[in-house]
């Protein structure tokens, strides 16, 4: 009989706990939140200090059972779910079932908390076990009956007034306006035109660029040129004035230093792997998440990372020595900084206990445990790894030039900038990405020697046309940085807040950016207009942090919540009455019907947004949105130097259910079609046919499809991207590049009765051809 049952949440973790703490010890998992509020009206009751009606998770009856029957054999119970509101939450909900049960009786219950999964913080935590924290568990169950209130009193209201079957969050509908006021920002940019001059010189057999930063001794702005005719005028003056040679005037040099950036927390690990590997929030999560749990490496199985979910930057004295031990041995003693680096947590609610997401030994370096991980892990490790050995590692040293270079007696001023690295420091391991930058992380450009008073040879002017552009829209990285930066939500919701709003079908993922869909932007217009303090980004934040006062014993989470609830019920009553559906759907327009002169709307129906006249069904007058309203019907659009190759007619380009496609002029006579986006060649011959080659295509939902060129004499085809690689066991003349979230980025043969697969080592993107 097991003396002492420890809980944990998922089932990997329980294997390896239970190996370290031996055969007195039963380890089960709960696999995750054991109750839910009742799926239905009135299971937060505000009329009784917002009472909560709970039920077992269906799904987890029998893992319910297991734990009730296990507790009947057992002497003390150990609650060692996550070290988080939501571990703590697990843990509470636990106690009350087995407390109701009558099965815990006169046994000691322990809370246990640790933040890496290793013998030594394992058995240390058993060791001095402490009890439930009371006020994490009230924080989580505010934000669990908010988050219940909101959605089950706003959503009702948006069926009746929008469209049935959405809904709205509190924390996924601010999330939802930042992506919808992004794109109506870019939408109402006006682009300008702007020219730029660079001197394109030569010294020391190096040639580099400078570029005008003054002409006529008047200081150049970004919009002093504007067209190309004055460009050229100015470049014309320039040459002339310059005449073959440019004199340097000012040379200054400066040493700058260069900090290493604080370990991960949440955020900053789910905007690195964003940017760094293009991993999804939920990605990164689920990788970090299977590294922190356990892996086998060679028999052992050990937690690999800290845990995942954490605000704070601290790390402990022990990881932070071993770490400058490793430093000094690997990278030479110079490399290792007088005093530990100590990085400052920004967030108030992080607890000194907790640590930043690191390794759990830095002795364990990623190239020594690569083939016990798979492609995704071993990326997202060896991030952690040198993201955390770099943090405490010298800055970097970087040499800064600044180099002005004048011609008619200092009239006309050109600047070449450069920087070199003198000293690389914590850069010879890592540097920080940037978001939405063209440049690599770690470009620097060198400029060849030059000295003050001497002449530098002038090849020629370049002149360059420019257009501003619009703020890109938000990536994963972005958007997480910006939730981040409004306080929108937590790092650890960051990536269901993305996934839901996703999954709602209220934003689009193309290319690594968010595109709010056309209910996106209805929704987010009913909200910000009739619901305005509660998708306000300052209320939303302020919100989170008076449930992170509770949680931290400050504040009491019921009159919290009596606080949101009575204004927030009341504007639900009074806009149920006093808004109108078509208030919502409909957008007026300055336009005429052109068949009955009745106002015109944008309205929304079963296939987004489109044009129609206010007075349906007694006029039935529509048209896409963004058409021509000169007259109903649009002249098609010609594309220029192609013929129908079936009757030789203009080819145009038309809109049908799918988006856009190319077809014949003679329609219907001719049906000729070919899509807009002509398929990419992988120079891959066809295994099949052996004369086409494979070509990247697109499918009517979007989906990416790779067929033989030769179709429809050929229908070879595969889902995933194909390699010029004969199959080593089969031969079969090409393996496909396939990403599973199990296995990661795999070659794999796509012969059914082959069952060769082994790691893929490059970019599954680079494998896919251009987007």
Same mark, same amino acid.
């Given at each position: 009989?097991?003396?002492?049952?420890?809980?944990?949440?998922?089932?990997?973790?329980?294997?390896?706990i239970e190996?370290?703490?031996?055969?007195?010890?039963h380890?089960?998992?709960?696999?995750?939140?054991v109750?839910?509020?009742?799926?239905?009206?009135?299971?937060?009751?505000?009329?009784?200090?917002f009472?909560?009606?709970y039920?077992?998770i269906?799904?987890?009856?029998?893992?319910v059972?297991?734990?009730?029957?296990?507790l009947?054999?057992?002497?003390?119970?150990?609650?060692?779910?996550?070290?988080?509101?939501?571990?703590?939450?697990?843990?509470w909900?636990?106690?009350?079932l087995l407390n109701?049960?009558?099965?815990?009786?006169?046994?000691?219950?322990?809370?246990?908390?640790?933040?890496?999964?290793?013998?030594?913080?394992v058995?240390?935590a058993?060791?001095?076990?402490?009890?439930?924290?009371?006020?994490?568990?009230?924080?989580?169950?505010?934000?669990?009956?908010?988050?219940?209130?909101?959605?089950?009193?706003?959503?009702?209201?948006?069926?009746?007034?929008?469209r049935?079957?959405?809904?709205?969050?509190?924390?996924?509908?601010?999330?939802?306006?930042?992506?919808?006021?992004?794109?109506?920002?870019?939408?109402?940019f006006?682009s300008?035109?702007?020219w730029?001059?660079?001197?394109?010189?030569?010294a020391?057999?190096?040639?580099?660029?400078?570029?005008?930063?003054?002409?006529?001794?008047?200081?150049?702005?970004?919009f002093?040129?504007?067209?190309?005719?004055?460009a050229?005028?100015?470049?014309?003056?320039?040459?002339?004035?310059?005449?073959?040679?440019?004199?340097?005037?000012?040379?200054?040099k400066?040493?700058?230093?260069?900090?290493?950036?604080?370990?991960?927390?949440?955020?900053?690990?789910?905007?690195?792997a964003?940017?760094?590997?293009?991993?999804?929030?939920?990605?990164?999560?689920?990788?970090?998440?299977?590294?922190?749990?356990?892996?086998?490496?060679?028999?052992?199985?050990?937690?690999?990372?800290?845990?995942?979910?954490t605000?704070?930057?601290?790390?402990?004295?022990?990881?932070?020595?071993d770490?400058?031990?490793?430093?000094?041995?690997?990278?030479?003693?110079?490399?290792?900084?007088?005093?530990?680096?100590?990085?400052?947590?920004?967030?108030?609610?992080?607890?000194?206990?907790?640590?930043?997401?690191?390794p759990?030994?830095?002795?364990?370096?990623?190239?020594?445990?690569?083939?016990?991980?798979?492609?995704?892990?071993?990326?997202?490790?060896?991030?952690?790894?040198?993201?955390?050995?770099?943090c405490?590692?010298?800055?970097a040293?970087l040499?800064?030039?600044?180099?002005?270079l004048?011609?008619?007696?200092?009239?006309?001023?050109?600047?070449?900038?450069?920087?070199?690295?003198?000293?690389?420091?914590?850069?010879?391991?890592?540097l920080?990405?940037k978001?939405?930058?063209?440049?690599?992380?770690?470009?620097?450009?060198f400029?060849?020697?030059?000295?003050?008073?001497?002449?530098?040879?002038?090849?020629?002017v370049?002149?360059?046309?420019?257009?501003?552009?619009?703020?890109?829209?938000?990536?994963?990285?972005?958007?997480?940085?910006?939730?981040?930066?409004?306080?929108?939500?937590?790092?650890s919701?960051?990536?269901?807040?993305?996934?839901?709003?996703?999954?709602?079908?209220?934003?689009?993922l193309?290319?690594k950016?968010?595109?709010?869909?056309?209910?996106?932007?209805?929704?987010?217009?009913?909200l910000?207009?009739h619901?305005?303090?509660?998708?306000?980004?300052?209320?939303?934040?302020?919100?989170?942090?008076?449930?992170?006062?509770?949680?931290?014993g400050?504040?009491?989470?019921?009159?919290?919540?009596?606080?949101?609830?009575?204004?927030f019920?009341?504007?639900?009553?009074?806009k149920?009455?006093?808004?109108?559906r078509?208030d919502?759907?409909?957008?007026?327009?300055?336009?005429?019907?052109?068949?009955?002169?009745?106002?015109?709307?944008?309205r929304?129906?079963?296939?987004?947004?489109?044009?129609g006249?206010?007075?349906?069904?007694?006029?039935?007058?529509?048209?896409n949105l963004?058409?021509?309203?000169?007259?109903?019907?649009?002249?098609?659009?010609v594309?220029e130097?192609?013929?129908?190759p079936?009757?030789? /007619?203009? *080819?145009v380009?038309k809109?049908g259910?799918?988006?856009? &496609?190319?077809? %014949?002029? #003679? @329609? $219907? =006579?001719c049906?000729?079609?070919?899509?807009?986006?002509?398929?990419?060649?992988t120079?891959?011959?066809?295994?099949?046919?052996?004369?086409? /080659?494979? *070509?990247?295509?697109?499918?009517?939902?979007g989906?990416? &499809?790779?067929? %033989?060129s #030769? @179709? $429809? =004499?050929?229908?070879?085809?595969?889902?995933n991207?194909?390699?010029?690689?004969?199959?080593?066991?089969?031969?079969?003349?090409i393996?496909?590049?396939?990403?599973?979230?199990?296995n990661?980025a795999?070659?794999?043969?796509?012969?059914?009765?082959c069952?060769?697969?082994?790691?893929?080592?490059?970019?599954?993107?680079?494998?896919?051809?251009?987007?």
């Amino acid at each position: 009989m097991s003396k002492h049952l420890v809980i944990v949440e998922s089932p990997a973790k329980a294997k390896t706990i239970e190996k370290y703490l031996g055969k007195d010890f039963h380890v089960l998992a709960s696999y995750g939140h054991v109750r839910d509020l009742v799926p239905k009206e009135g299971a937060v009751d505000p009329e009784h200090d917002f009472a909560m009606k709970y039920e077992v998770i269906e799904r987890n009856q029998k893992h319910v059972l297991a734990i009730s029957k296990a507790l009947k054999a057992a002497d003390t119970l150990y609650l060692a779910t996550d070290p988080d509101r939501e571990g703590e939450a697990i843990s509470w909900h636990l106690y009350e079932l087995l407390n109701d049960k009558k099965l815990l009786k006169d046994k000691p219950v322990h809370r246990v908390v640790f933040h890496e999964i290793t013998k030594k913080a394992v058995t240390e935590a058993i060791a001095h076990p402490g009890k439930l924290a009371t006020n994490l568990i009230n924080a989580q169950q505010a934000r669990r009956a908010l988050d219940y209130l909101v959605g089950f009193n706003l959503s009702p209201l948006l069926w009746k007034k929008i469209r049935r079957g959405l809904s709205a969050g509190r924390v996924q509908s601010p999330a939802l306006r930042l992506i919808v006021e992004r794109e109506l920002e870019i939408e109402a940019f006006k682009s300008r035109e702007y020219w730029t001059l660079n001197a394109a010189l030569t010294a020391d057999e190096q040639h580099f660029k400078a570029k005008l930063i003054q002409f006529g001794g008047e200081k150049i702005s970004q919009f002093s040129i504007t067209d190309q005719d004055r460009a050229e005028q100015v470049r014309q003056v320039l040459i002339e004035a310059a005449d073959g040679q440019l004199l340097v005037t000012k040379l200054e040099k400066k040493q700058q230093k260069r900090h290493p950036a604080p370990p991960f927390i949440t955020s900053t690990l789910q905007q690195e792997a964003a940017r760094k590997l293009g991993f999804t929030t939920k990605r990164t999560m689920m990788v970090a998440q299977q590294l922190y749990e356990g892996i086998d490496i060679g028999g052992d199985t050990e937690g690999l990372i800290t845990y995942m979910r954490t605000d704070s930057v601290n790390l402990s004295e022990d990881a932070v020595q071993d770490i400058r031990a490793l430093i000094a041995e690997n990278y030479g003693a110079d490399n290792v900084p007088p005093e530990p680096r100590l990085f400052k947590t920004k967030s108030k609610n992080a607890q000194e206990a907790h640590e930043a997401i690191r390794p759990t030994s830095s002795r364990r370096l990623p190239a020594s445990i690569k083939n016990y991980l798979n492609a995704e892990q071993f990326k997202l490790y060896e991030l952690i790894w040198k993201r955390t050995i770099a943090c405490q590692m010298i800055h970097a040293t970087l040499n800064r030039i600044a180099v002005d270079l004048s011609c008619a007696a200092g009239q006309h001023v050109f600047r070449a900038t450069g920087s070199s690295i003198a000293i690389p420091g914590f850069m010879t391991v890592y540097l920080e990405g940037k978001d939405d930058s063209n440049e690599g992380d770690d470009k620097e450009s060198f400029l060849p020697t030059m000295q003050e008073g001497r002449p530098v040879p002038l090849n020629d002017v370049i002149a360059d046309q420019h257009f501003t552009e619009p703020p890109p829209r938000y990536g994963e990285a972005s958007l997480v940085k910006s939730l981040e930066e409004y306080g929108i939500g937590r790092p650890s919701t960051y990536s269901t807040i993305i996934s839901t709003l996703q999954n709602r079908e209220y934003v689009t993922l193309d290319t690594k950016r968010f595109y709010p869909t056309d209910v996106g932007r209805i929704v987010n217009r009913f909200l910000t207009e009739h619901f305005t303090k509660y998708v306000d980004y300052d209320f939303t934040a302020n919100l989170e942090d008076e449930l992170d006062a509770v949680s931290r014993g400050e504040k009491d989470w019921i009159p919290l919540m009596r606080a949101f609830w009575q204004p927030f019920t009341s504007l639900i009553t009074e806009k149920e009455g006093s808004v109108q559906r078509k208030d919502i759907t409909q957008e007026a327009i300055d336009e005429k019907c052109p068949d009955c002169a009745s106002p015109l709307s944008i309205r929304l129906g079963r296939n987004g947004r489109f044009i129609g006249c206010t007075q349906y069904p007694e006029c039935s007058y529509t048209r896409n949105l963004g058409d021509d309203g000169d007259s109903t019907e649009k002249a098609a659009e010609v594309v220029e130097g192609r013929v129908c190759p079936e009757c030789a /007619s203009p *080819l145009v380009l038309k809109a049908g259910k799918y988006g856009k &496609f190319i077809g %014949c002029s #003679g @329609y $219907p =006579k001719c049906r000729h079609i070919e899509p807009l986006e002509k398929p990419l060649d992988t120079h891959v011959e066809c295994p099949q046919c052996k004369t086409g /080659s494979l *070509l990247k295509r697109k499918s009517r939902n979007g989906k990416v &499809f790779y067929s %033989c060129s #030769g @179709y $429809p =004499k050929c229908s070879y085809a595969l889902w995933n991207a194909p390699l010029k690689e004969s199959c080593p066991t089969c031969e079969w003349p090409i393996l496909t590049v396939k990403v599973t979230k199990r296995n990661g980025a795999e070659k794999v043969c796509p012969q059914k009765d082959c069952k060769y697969a082994t790691p893929y080592e490059g970019d599954p993107a680079d494998a896919e051809g251009p987007k």
